[in-house]
């Protein structure tokens, strides 16, 4: 088994192959629920990164990473929505 550490630096070194940079567009049409979920979804896993591969992440990959899911949020139109539903099922 490979130990965390050596999992987070062959992950990098996939990132940093060729073409993983290059800007991919991504057509999605989703109902409203699963788009909510979805951000929900992101937001657990960048709060416990409890996986590897997230816990080695740079702090500009997570901004990113957040930045998708409030775009999806905004083009939805299920903002301030998931504001409020924050505010409720905050601990």
Do not use: C, H, W, Y
């Amino acid at each position: 088994m490979l130990s965390a550490k050596d999992v987070a630096v062959i992950f990098e070194t996939l990132l940093a192959s060729p073409g993983m940079g290059d800007t991919v567009k991504v057509s999605l049409v989703q109902p409203r629920k699963l788009i909510l979920l979805l951000a929900k979804v992101i937001d657990a896993g960048l709060k416990s990164r409890e996986d590897a591969l997230l816990a080695g992440m740079e702090a500009a990959t997570v901004d990113s990473i957040k930045g998708l899911a409030d775009e999806l949020l905004k083009k939805a139109g299920l903002t301030e929505l998931n504001e409020k539903i924050s505010l409720l099922t905050q601990k």
